[in-house]
């Protein structure tokens, strides 16, 4: 799949820790070994033979760096040593690693550098590389011969932040053929240090939606995607170098200088105004939406389980459904009443902190009138498998009521 290495500057980076790592409880669950040919990682550009992933699940990079005095490759945030050779070559073999997308990068003398053998990915706050380990039960997300629907990238202004922004939309197959549908919309967030391009070349939303309505399993349905930082002219996130932040100001029409407040990092009060002012209308304006809160969703991955309560919750006239994954769960007492919501879903890997209170929390909604579901993602932590498969579960619930 190709991928697109567009120049988005994050300004989400200040909250990019808070929600990108959970905890995890435990080891991990025995599993039955999953073997497979040894293979270039799919990501690899042409030609290139590593990374490799070895038919046990390890992986084993090369980097070329003669003059380098120490090379280490680093693998969801944890360097490890590299060794070199008489030619300069530096090499490292891995544990087992789990099935699924991961990040990497490396760190030469001290210095986070990309291995130019296989593409970039957004993740952590910066560009990343990625590796991808077979998944025995990865049918749902492979690329097959089934009708595909279209990623386009948009481009729209925000009369909000008064700047242009890119959107992500998935539409489905047959969007373009059935001229007089109308389709319900998902509004699907990413998780801190990332952006709108993540649910595509690391979540592969476009392939398990293809597949699931192949197999008539979900109902056809668009998907945008965008990121949360938002901040109007003048409202920067905070600083963590800055040693005297002052106080920032805008300039308004009239020539005037006025204070800003500064924004909590965890704060996404314009994100909220945003999409109610300005992209849920645009996307009812460019595309054949239904535009009635029974047929609009929102749900996102770890701090987007955040943006969702953010913004979902306050305005529960624009949405029916709620996916929350790796973020926590939704008491009755965080929905307002009356309660026009059909379904909060709840997930998370079986490996995170939080993964056994789902199942109750899902009752307890479930006692007050709410419907609730709960999903956990069997021998996954906080990575992009959990939220794959919690994606695939979530969307055969939307839109059937």
């Known amino acids: 799949m190709k991928k697109t290495l567009l120049l988005v500057l994050l300004t989400a980076i200040s909250v990019s820790g808070i929600f990108l790592f959970q905890g995890c409880k435990g080891t991990k669950e025995s599993t039955t070994p999953f073997t497979f040919e040894a293979h270039p990682s799919p990501y690899n550009l042409s030609g290139a033979e590593y990374p490799r992933i070895e038919s046990d699940s390890r992986v084993t990079f090369r980097f070329y760096a003669p003059d380098a005095r120490k090379v280490q490759v680093s693998i969801y945030n944890v360097p490890y040593d590299m060794v070199k050779d008489t030619s300069g070559m530096w090499t490292y073999t891995s544990e087992p690693q789990d099935p699924g997308y991961h990040n990497y990068w490396m760190i030469v003398d001290s210095a986070i550098m990309l291995d130019p053998a296989t593409d970039g990915f957004i993740g952590y706050s910066h560009l990343c590389n990625g590796f991808e380990i077979p998944d025995k039960d990865g049918g749902f997300y492979e690329l097959k011969d089934v009708p595909h629907g279209k990623v386009l990238i948009k481009n729209y202004f925000s009369s909000v932040t008064e700047d242009w922004r ?111 002012n300005d992209l849920i209308p645009w996307i009812d304006s460019n595309f054949r939406t239904l535009t009635d809160q029974q047929n609009r969703a929102m749900a996102g991955l770890s701090m987007g389980s955040r943006v969702t309560r953010d913004v979902a919750l306050p305005n529960p006239d624009k949405f029916s459904y709620l996916g929350i994954f790796s973020g926590g769960t939704i008491a009755p007492s965080d929905i307002p009443e009356p309660s026009k919501i059909k379904l909060v879903f709840m997930s998370y890997g079986s490996r995170e902190n939080g993964a056994d209170d789902l199942k109750e929390a899902a009752e307890v909604l479930n006692d007050a009138g709410i419907k609730s579901a709960s999903y956990v993602s069997p021998n996954t932590a906080h990575e992009w498998q959990s939220w794959r498969r919690s994606l695939y579960e979530f969307a055969q619930l939307l839109f059937n009521e």
Not at 210 to 234: H, Q, R, W
Not at 248 to 270: K, N
Request: hydrophobic residues 35%; glycine residues 6%.
């Open 166 to 276: 890119h959107v992500y939309i998935y539409t489905p197959p047959d969007y373009e053929k059935n001229i007089p549908e109308r389709y319900p919309v998902l509004y699907l967030q990413h998780g801190g240090g990332e952006d709108q391009r993540v649910w595509i070349e690391m979540g592969l939303t476009n392939l398990i939606l293809d597949n699931l309505i192949a197999e008539e399993k979900c109902k056809p349905f668009i998907v945008v995607m965008e990121t949360s930082a938002a901040y109007k002219p003048g409202e920067t996130p905070p600083d963590p170098y800055r040693v005297a932040p002052g106080v920032a100001r805008h300039r308004t029409v009239t020539g005037e200088l006025v204070p800003v407040p500064p924004r909590s990092p965890m704060s996404f009060d314009t994100y909220r105004e945003l999409m109610i």
